[in-house]
């Protein structure tokens, strides 16, 4: 089994603002795109224009409509891919050490090389972030881009994931979440950014931004402005038609 490093100082991951979130799927797009021709092996997909259709995908997007207490209903878009977790039982449970976490920065990652295919680490993420590829029979899983961020050759703007660097919306934020003055840690605090299940005792490097309630009075009749009439007396050519008609036999006194 692999053992973890000590915590590392440095903890790279994403914030993400599930306010922000507008579910475009850029983020599932851009990230497929580039890690099929860049990092590791690439991301295959099986029966791609079948009904049977799957294929292997290191970021998804989710969908769900949520009742608050005292709101109205919302539709809410989860992002979700591997959270970096600083106690990450996949790195603990793979039986080659394929599974590994970086003592540099905390990212978490898999040496292809040395990955059997077992599985075990999918079993053990509680997040269901890892993705067994089927035509290489490798695990796979979101590197932070790796090859990216740290890649000089790259203008400074692209030294990001690409699903931030994509993100129409402005919902995905890069960062070391090590750093207490970091613009993402500064972008928790004020927003009240939370760990996906903390219970799993996990310790997600990955944080997420809660949605804003947008309450909105039921008493208010949102087509009435568009259902009053523009004006009450017509001029112009409408005034002088309106005259005409009411002056023909049977038109209106």
């Not at 497929?32 to 995908?57: I, M, R, V």
């Not at 523009?230 to 008609?245: R, S, Y």
Request: net charge negative; aromatic share 6%; hydrophobic share 35%.
């Amino acid at each position: 089994m692999t053992t973890l490093p000590p915590p590392s100082a440095k903890k790279l991951g994403l914030v993400i603002d599930l306010d922000t979130c507008v579910g475009c799927h850029a983020c599932v797009i851009s990230c497929k795109g580039w890690n099929t021709e860049n990092y590791g092996a690439p991301l295959s997909d099986q029966n791609a224009y079948s009904g049977a259709a799957s294929g292997t995908f290191l970021n998804r997007v989710h969908s769900y409509e949520v009742q608050p207490e005292n709101g109205t209903a919302q539709l809410i878009h989860f992002p979700k891919s591997c959270l970096h977790c600083e106690d990450a039982p996949c790195v603990t449970v793979c039986p080659t050490g394929a599974s590994y976490k970086r003592v540099e920065d905390g990212i978490v990652l898999v040496n292809e090389s040395d990955c059997i295919g077992c599985g075990l680490c999918a079993w053990a993420c509680p997040y269901g972030a890892r993705e067994m590829d089927v035509a290489e029979g490798v695990m796979k899983k979101c590197t932070l881009c790796v090859d990216r961020i740290y890649n000089e050759n790259l203008p400074e703007e692209d030294r990001q994931p690409v699903c931030v660097r994509t993100c129409p919306a402005g919902a995905r934020h890069f960062g070391d979440l090590g750093d207490p003055e970091s613009d993402v840690s500064h972008l928790v605090a004020e927003r009240g950014g939370f760990d996906l299940m903390p219970e799993q005792g996990t310790k997600p490097v990955n944080k997420y931004l809660p949605p804003r309630p947008k309450d909105v009075e039921p008493e208010i009749d949102i087509l009435a402005p568009y259902l009053e009439p523009v004006a009450q007396d017509a001029k112009g050519l409408l005034g002088w038609l309106d005259k005409a008609l009411s002056a023909m036999p049977g038109g209106a006194r």
